[in-house]
Each structure stands twice: as structure tokens, then as C-alpha cells.
């Protein structure tokens, strides 16, 4: 019934044994009467039968399956499950491995019920029993295959699970979660094994995927959430059995990879109900710190047992939630028990990570580490060290600022450095000879120029404060004032860990116009009002005369009244209609005259009026000649000419402390002197041209129907329409010509495209086989294999009825095979293909089976992780942080300058006359020493009593304010 080694592949598959159409249906009339005949005594050939038969059916057939068959295929198989046969149960499990339910069989879904407790209880068993094997693993994946099963198919028909009689009812969605996920949870809370424990938190990592993207905002999620946390403690609350070859760590790492995955959803639990006031956020943030408490290591001894990828994993899973959790929840107080003084302490999520990430630093800045490889490379408490300074430098950098344009994820640190916007003469503010300057001026040039010094502060940031033109004048307007900045703008470009970033400031004078100054002082404040308003008068009940409600509740002006109109008495109405409590007078508006008192005589009211009509013409006077003053005055101003060009640098660097003496021990200056600076150039391009974030390249394969080798499969330039679907939700199209992140390697050639996708912290670059182009066939195939080939995590998505193999494509990388296969259900079959080295890694595991709408997200989330786990097993891999850091720290030890406070400051306040005075040559001609020698000479005496002196001098803190009994000069100290 069986052949192998058989060449056609119109019905077998190369390497498999293959069942002849023809003896199908004979074999399975044998094998059924075999179990169903067979006496106790030949238990070990019904057994045999078991496995045979369930080989057969799940075998995938270039034909369909005929219903007769899988009547009795399915008979046996529930009657094996209903006869209670441990034996008869593990073998069947074992058997249909993960084949099972993706056939798409029109009754298959009926043995569900019947499926989930036997895996259930078979994950709660040990390993062996009585010296046999326990299928745990295929238990497991038979249950985490089903996950999505109730979202996409809504009902299921399923049989009742009674001994006596089958009877097909109908379960809706909730019920078939809760039976799956119940069973899920149940086999994998008392499971010490640690692949099938990694392979049921993968099933509870996508059923939380599924739920929150299909918005299922009523099913509860926080008991899987609450196991994934309390998985973060396995290794120090169980004993977890770990196969050959595994490493103890390998359960911690995973559930916080898991954790980091699930991170990307964070916006998607505001609604959900079992997030009331951030409870979710509060479990899994709380969680990540409490295993990270844990893993403190308080020796070195103890830091080689928790493995510094625990507590690197744990970290960046912590960094990832807190950059996606909404600020809100971030700032929410919340009780943390009590105090040192028995009081209730509250602290905020964000003030509880930066604590924990503070104190695992301190902890293994303890520590004395001198285990090292290799020179250059971190010793493990360094490594701990370098992790947590990079996650608070990046949350303090990036945290509600990504990305930081709409549609623009390529972007995470600057692309400016020290010699842009120096492209034409007039923005040459360098050096001397401007004119004989060339406008590509070389980058050696720029550094050793006048308007630029860079600094070292705090021995991590390289700063470089740049003076340049700003041809551009901004302004900024207000209602009486007018900002105009200088013709200069003081550039900062900061590189650390995270990256480069470039701070311009301007400086803002009081423009020439301003009316607060030119204006004429009878000109009226001009206001933004309507062209026109209406009143009228009425008579109240109190007595009082009020206007009428106007159309605009503005004021009166000159603008919206008639010529010859009287603005006072027009205000003094509007006063009085907007603010009746104003009216002093119960029987008068204010704009009604008051009588004239009866006391005053005609004489006193002439000489009043007299007086007024005097005041009135002196002013109009004084008026009339103080502006034209005053105009002619500014107009005339000229502004000087400024020659410092680093003057607004300087004023900024003062503002900002860094020209204090307090802070002298944390900033340096650079050597930029012409001697070296092309080594600190080449240095610096090195730096930057280093990546600032975790970058990764994947492949992405489309094998249609019936190709079976490479120039086939290589000559595709589109797939089916549902592979098209899935590359637009995997990432984004971009241009390589305009691209400006991460390109993995591809040309930049103008109408090229690729699929790319980046958040704060991955940058990923697919290379799509169907977008590779080329001039010609071989071209095409030549560009495909070169990047392909060197790939070492593949994506391939396979229309073909036969499994995809390795050997298909053969290079020498690609040592993680993700493969998807579209079911005829509308679900996603996954099959990982992994080498022995890699470690386990997840969302998606061996047999997963997804729904449409979470399929690129888990693709691409497992292609991540495999990447990574790939590169946890090359030796010498460091991170990108890490590289960042070791190129920083060779700048800062080779360029760093040792100098006195007097120095420092000199040479901040003019950077040319500093490097010149430094490269001044030393003099040749036999005059210029004899010189030398006689000035030596003489003053001899004077340099010995100096010198003596000098040495005696106590070390102060501030030599500047020394005082001087002797009238000699205070003797700089150098800081360190």
C-alpha cells in the first residue's frame, strides 16, 4: 500500500510515503476491521492499524478524499476518542500532529468536542508515564491551532460528546471560545515542559490578537493576560523541564518576546471592558517590573545564572509598552501600598519604570566584571549597564514623538550635520580669505573653520555648536510687536546612543517697525471688528437707560462708525447695555451729561472751560512734533556690522550652564586641530552611518501553481491577488530613490519599489521577490539570488499543492523558512521550517492557523523574532546601541582635550584663534633659537622661583577667585 522513493508526482511527494489512489479504499476496509476485530491480546497491531489509518487521513492527496472514507475515517476516530484507551487517545493526537483540522473536511469540525478535552488532559500529565512518551507537544498545537476557529466561522455544527447515541448541534462563538480556551488554559498551567509551554503562549498571544482586532470588546481577556505575566516568573516560581540543548532562560525570554509583541496592540485596550482606569496597563507594566526586580543580579555570580538576555528582553518589553500605553494612563496615580512612615504611597507607571530601570543599572554598576573575550567587547554587567541608560535615554527622546510626520515611520533621528546649508559663498562664515573659498568647501574645512566647536559632555554626547547664515529672516508678529531674528542661527547636533539629533535657535530682536515705538501717540489701537453695528435706546423697568442688544457684542471703533460720530458717547453706551452694574446713576445712562451743579458760578466754569481748550492744544502739539522725532530718529539707526561669528553660539552654550565651573567635570572640548580632524571626520561619518534602531531584512517568496524550481518561482512579477493584499498589510511601498531609512541593501534606483515597515525601534526591509526588477531575465534572476540568498529569514507564500521544500531555493543562509499556505476555508495554514541551532520563537508556531485580517502583522512580528533569535546564536553579535556606544567612546578616548578652566574658556570664546595658536609652527632659523636661548637664559632665576612657587600652590576649586598674597598669577588648575 505504501512505495517510496517513486519519481512521478502526479500522486506522491518526494521523500514521503505515498498511498495509491487505487488501494485507498481497500486499505481502510483493512484497517477498520482490524480495530474494530482485533482482540486484546494483539493490542499492539490495533494500535498499529490506529496509526496507519490516521496517517492515510491526514496524508495530503492529489485527489479529494471520497465521503465514504472520511465517514469511517472520522467513525473511528470518535470511537477511539469515546472508548476512554489512553493508549488508543495518545496515539491518535500523535497521529494527526497538526493535519487534522486544516484538511478542511465538511465534517472534521464535529470532533471538536471531542478533540479539546483530550488534549486538555493530556497537557496536564508529566512527560512519561509508565515509561512512555506523552504527546504534550502535539496536544498543545492542536489546541492553539484553534484560537481563531470562532471568529472566523461564527458557528460550528459539533457532536455531543455522548457514549450512547451522536447528536450534531449548533455552537456559537462564545461557546466555542470558551471550550477552547478553557481546555488551552488548563493543559498549559501545570505543564513543566518547556516547548509545549512556549507553544500555548503563542496560542494565547494571537487569540488576544484576534480578539482585539476583530474588536470583540465584550469577550474577557485579562486571565490570559494574567498568565502570559505570571509566565515572565516561570523560572523562579516552577521548575520548568528543558530539553537537551535548551538554555533555562529560554522560557523567561520567550514569554517576554510575547509581551513585546503584544505591545503594539496597547491602543486597542482603551475600549476594552476589562481595562477599566488602565488595569490591563497597570498588570502588564507592574508585571514586566516585578520579573525585572527579580532577575536583579546581586553578583556576578548570580548575573550568569539569570542570563543577561532575561533581563535585555525584559527591558526592551518594558520600553515597548511604555512608548504605546496613552500618556493619561502613564500620569495616573496609583496606590503602591505603604511607606516607610506607614503612610499610603502613590506613584505614577512611568515613575515605577524609570525606578526600576535606575536600580538594575546601579546593581550591576556594582559589580566588578572582568570577564571579557575580547578587547572592545562589554563585559556582562556593561551590557546590563549600556541597556538601561539606552531606555532612558530613549524614552526621554522618543516617548509621544513618533513618528514625526503623519506618513513619514523612515525618520528617527536627523539627517543634518555639520556641513549643511554651506552651499553657497555667502554662507561661508568660516575661516580667513573668504573670498578665495570654494563653495564645496571640503568637510575638513567646516570643522576647522571659525563658527563651529564640539564638545564632550558627560563623557556619553558628542555636541557640535554650529554658526550659520540664516538668509531666511523669520518673524514673529504680534498685536504690537514685531520679532525679527538675527542673520545668524545657532545650530546644535547631539549624537548618543540613540542617534543624531540638530536643535536650531533663534535669536529675536524688536523689529524697526514695531508700533509699540514708531506709532504716532494719537494713532487709535487698531483692532480686528465689524464694519458696521446698530443700536438702539430703550427704557427698562428700573429706570435706567440701556442700549438696545447690538449685532456684535465688539465695541465701538473709528473702523465700524460712521464719519463724525462721537466713539465716547457710542462706547459709553455699549458699556452700559454689556455692563448695566457700571451705571452710576439709577436715572441715567453714562453717556448722558450730569447736570451742572447749582454752586458753580459762570466765572469758575469759563476759566474751566479755558483751561481744557489750553490742555487739549498743547498736546495736540507736543503730539505732532514727538513723532516725527521719534520716526526720523529709528529710520536713521544703523545696526553695526558683528565680526564674532561663534557669538551666538557662545551666548547659548553660557545660557544653557555648560560655561559653568560647577559643571566643568562633564564637558570637554574635541581636538579639531588641522592635524586632527581627518581622522575625527572619518570617525564621525562612521557614526552616523551607523544605524539607530534594530534593523532587519526578510524575503518574501510567491510560488505559484505547479512551480517547483527556482527560475520559475524567480520569474514571477506579481502573485494572486490575495498575496498582493497581504504585502500591502505587511508594510509599506516605498521608492528606494526617495527612501531615507533602512534599504537592506537594495540599490537606490529611481522606479524601483520595495515593501518597508518601521516603528520607534525595528526598521525592517523586505526583500519581495515579485518587485525585484532587472534590464533582462538574467539580470533579473542574478539580483533576486544575490539578495535572496542571503537572507536569513524567508517568507514564502506557496499557492502549490505540495508542501514547500527547502532545496526548492538552496542557499546557504536562510535558515528560517516561514511558509503560508491559503486554505479553502479562508484561513491561513503556517508551517516554520527552522535549522537546529535557531531557538523556539513565536507569535506563530509550527501548524498555527490564522485568520486574513492578523496574518501580516503575526508574519511579520515572527519574521522579527526569528531574526533575532537567529542572531542570538552568532558569536560576537552586539547590539546597535552597542556599536553606537563603542564608536563614541573611541572619538571621546582618541580626540578628547585635557585642558585647564582658563583654557576651556578661551577657546569655547573664539574656536579659530584656538586651533590656529595650537598649529603655529615652531620656529627653524638659528637666530629665532639663539634668541630663544639668551631670553631662556636670563630669565632663569625667575621661572625656577615661579615654578617652586606653582608647586606649592594648594589645588582650589575655583583657581580664578584664589586670592594672591604674593601678586603672583593664580596657577590654573587642570580638572582632572
Known amino acids: 500500500m505504501c512505495q517510496r522513493g517513486i519519481t512521478s508526482r502526479g500522486f506522491m511527494k518526494r521523500g514521503d510515503f505515498v498511498y495509491h489512489r487505487g488501494f485507498m479504499n481497500r486499505a481502510e476496509k483493512i484497517l477498520s476491521t482490524a480495530i474494530q476485530t482485533l482482540p486484546a491480546t494483539h493490542r499492539e497491531g490495533k494500535l498499529a492499524a490506529y496509526k496507519l489509518l490516521c496517517s492515510i487521513g491526514i496524508f495530503n492527496h492529489d485527489v479529494s478524499t471520497t465521503t465514504d472514507f472520511l465517514d469511517i475515517f472520522l467513525l473511528i476516530i470518535s470511537q477511539g476518542f469515546l472508548s476512554g484507551d ?71 455544527d459539533v457532536l455531543t460528546n455522548n457514549e450512547k447515541h451522536f447528536a450534531s448541534v449548533l455552537m456559537d462563538r462564545t461557546s466555542l471560545k470558551r471550550m477552547i480556551m478553557r481546555d488551552l488554559i488548563k493543559a498549559s498551567q501545570n505543564d513543566v515542559m518547556l516547548e509545549s509551554r512556549e507553544i500555548a503562549l503563542c496560542g494565547l498571544a494571537i487569540f488576544l490578537c484576534e480578539e482585539l482586532k476583530h474588536q470583540r470588546t465584550e469577550s474577557p481577556i485579562r486571565p490570559f493576560l494574567l498568565f502570559i505575566v505570571e509566565c515572565l516568573q516561570g523560572q523562579s516560581k516552577k521548575r520548568t523541564s528543558v530539553a537537551e540543548g535548551e538554555h533555562p532562560a529560554d522560557s523567561t525570554v520567550f514569554a517576554a518576546d510575547m509581551v513585546r509583541f503584544l505591545a503594539s496592540y496597547a491602543p486597542l485596550f482603551i475600549s476594552h471592558r476589562d481595562n477599566h482606569s488602565g488595569q490591563l496597563y497597570t498588570l502588564i507594566i507592574d508585571g514586566l517590573i516585578s520579573s525585572l526586580r527579580s532577575n536583579i543580579p546581586a553578583d556576578i555570580g548570580a548575573l550568569m545564572r539569570n542570563n543577561v538576555r532575561i533581563i535585555k528582553s525584559l527591558i526592551f518589553a518594558l520600553l515597548d509598552w511604555i512608548l504605546h500605553v ?307 530718529y529709528i529710520d536713521n539707526t544703523i545696526q553695526p556690522s558683528r565680526h564674532d561669528r561663534f557669538a551666538l553660539c557662545r551666548s547659548h552654550i553660557t545660557q544653557l550652564g555648560l560655561m559653568m565651573f560647577e559643571n566643568r567635570q562633564n564637558i570637554d572640548l574635541l581636538n579639531t586641530t588641522k592635524h586632527n580632524c581627518d581622522q575625527l571626520l572619518r570617525e564621525l561619518k562612521n557614526l552616523d552611518s551607523l544605524n539607530c534602531r534594530e534593523t532587519h531584512k526578510i524575503a518574501v517568496i510567491y510560488v505559484g501553481y505547479g512551480q517547483e524550481d527556482k527560475p520559475s518561482i524567480f520569474s514571477n512579477t506579481h502573485g494572486s491577488p ?143 523574532n526569528a531574526s533575532r533569535a537567529r542572531r542570538t546564536t552568532l558569536n560576537n553579535h552586539c547590539e546597535f546601541y552597542e556599536e553606537r556606544h563603542r564608536i563614541i567612546n573611541s572619538i571621546i578616548h582618541k580626540h578628547k582635550r585635557e585642558t585647564t578652566y582658563e583654557e576651556f574658556l578661551a577657546q569655547s570664546f573664539t574656536p579659530l584663534a584656538a586651533k590656529t595658536l595650537d598649529e603655529t609652527p615652531k620656529p627653524n632659523s638659528q637666530i629665532e633659537r639663539r634668541d630663544q636661548s639668551s631670553n631662556a637664559v636670563n630669565t632663569t632665576n625667575s621661572n625656577v622661583q615661579i615654578g617652586s612657587q606653582r608647586q606649592r600652590q594648594p589645588t582650589r576649586n575655583f583657581p580664578f577667585l584664589t586670592p594672591n598674597n604674593n601678586n603672583n598669577a593664580p596657577t590654573p588648575i587642570t580638572r582632572r
Open 722 to 864: 490575495p498575496y498582493e493584499e497581504f504585502l500591502t498589510h505587511l508594510g509599506w511601498q516605498v521608492e528606494l530613490s526617495k527612501h531615507t531609512g533602512f534599504r537592506g541593501g537594495l540599490h537606490p534606483l529611481p522606479n524601483t519599489y520595495s515593501i518597508y515597515y518601521a516603528n520607534e525601534l525595528v526598521e525592517i526591509m523586505f526583500h519581495v521577490a515579485t518587485m525585484i526588477d532587472g534590464s533582462n531575465d538574467e539580470d533579473r534572476l542574478r539580483k533576486k539570488t544575490r539578495h535572496i540568498g542571503n537572507d536569513e529569514v524567508q517568507i514564502i507564500w506557496t499557492e502549490h499543492y505540495h508542501e514547500y521544500d527547502r532545496s526548492t531555493i538552496a542557499t546557504a543562509f536562510g535558515d528560517v523558512l516561514i511558509v503560508i499556505h491559503p486554505l479553502p476555508n479562508g484561513l491561513y495554514r503556517i508551517k516554520i521550517d527552522k535549522t537546529s541551532q535557531t531557538t523556539n520563537f513565536g507569535p506563530l508556531f509550527d501548524g498555527a492557523i490564522v485568520d486574513k485580517l492578523i496574518l501580516p502583522e503575526l508574519v511579520r512580528a515572527t519574521a522579527i
Open 326 to 632: 496613552p500618556t493619561s494612563y502613564l500620569q495616573q496615580q496609583q496606590q503602591m501600598g505603604r511607606d516607610t512612615k506607614n503612610q499610603e504611597a502613590s506613584t505614577t507607571a512611568i515613575q515605577r519604570t524609570f525606578s526600576i530601570l535606575i536600580d538594575v543599572y546601579r546593581a550591576t554598576h556594582s559589580l566588578n566584571d572582568e570577564h571579557k573575550v575580547q578587547d572592545n567587547e562589554l563585559t556582562l554587567s556593561q551590557s546590563i549597564k549600556l541597556c538601561c541608560k539606552f531606555a532612558i535615554l530613549f524614552l526621554l527622546n522618543e516617548h509621544s514623538h513618533f513618528p514625526l510626520t503623519e506618513n513619514e515611520s523612515s525618520l528617527i533621528t536627523t539627517n543634518v550635520h555639520e556641513g549643511h546649508d554651506w552651499s553657497s559663498p555667502s554662507k561661508q562664515l568660516t575661516v580667513q580669505n573668504e573670498e578665495n573659498l570654494n563653495p564645496n568647501q571640503s568637510d575638513e574645512l567646516i570643522i576647522h573653520s571659525s563658527n563651529i566647536q564640539l564638545f564632550v559632555i558627560h563623557d556619553d554626547f558628542l555636541v557640535s555648536f554650529v554658526e550659520i547664515p540664516n538668509d531666511k529672516v523669520n518673524e514673529l508678529t504680534t498685536d504690537s510687536q514685531q520679532f525679527i531674528s538675527r542673520t545668524t542661527v545657532c545650530r546644535t547636533i547631539i549624537r548618543d546612543l540613540c542617534g543624531r539629533y540638530c536643535w536650531d535657535n533663534y535669536a529675536f530682536n524688536i523689529s524697526s517697525n514695531s508700533k509699540t515705538i514708531t506709532s504716532p501717540f494719537n494713532n487709535p489701537i487698531e483692532l480686528s471688528l465689524p464694519t458696521k453695528s446698530t443700536y438702539q435706546i430703550e427704557e427698562t423697568t428700573r429706570g435706567i437707560t440701556v442700549l438696545e442688544k447690538f449685532e456684535s457684542l465688539q465695541p465701538p471703533t473709528i473702523q465700524n462708525q460712521p464719519p463724525n460720530t462721537d466713539i465716547l458717547d457710542k462706547l459709553l453706551q455699549y458699556i452700559t447695555f454689556h455692563s448695566p452694574e457700571l451705571a452710576f446713576y439709577s436715572d441715567r445712562t453714562l453717556n448722558e451729561v450730569s447736570p451742572t451743579p447749582t454752586s458753580i458760578s459762570s466765572h469758575d466754569e469759563n476759566a474751566i472751560i479755558k483751561m481744557i481748550t489750553e490742555q487739549e492744544t498743547a498736546e495736540q502739539n507736543y503730539d505732532s512734533s514727538s513723532s516725527e522725532k521719534t520716526e526720523q
Open 86 to 156: 489512553e493508549d488508543i487517545i495518545y496515539v491518535i493526537i500523535s497521529s494527526c500532529k497538526v493535519d487534522f483540522f486544516h484538511r478542511c473536511w465538511p465534517s472534521s469540525a464535529l470532533l471538536l468536542p471531542l478533540f479539546t478535552p483530550a488534549c486538555c488532559e493530556i497537557g496536564q500529565k508529566p512527560n512519561f508515564v509508565d515509561e512512555k512518551t506523552i504527546p504534550k507537544v502535539e496536544a498543545l498545537t492542536l489546541l492553539s491551532r484553534l484560537v481563531c476557529f470562532p471568529n472566523h466561522f461564527e458557528q460550528l
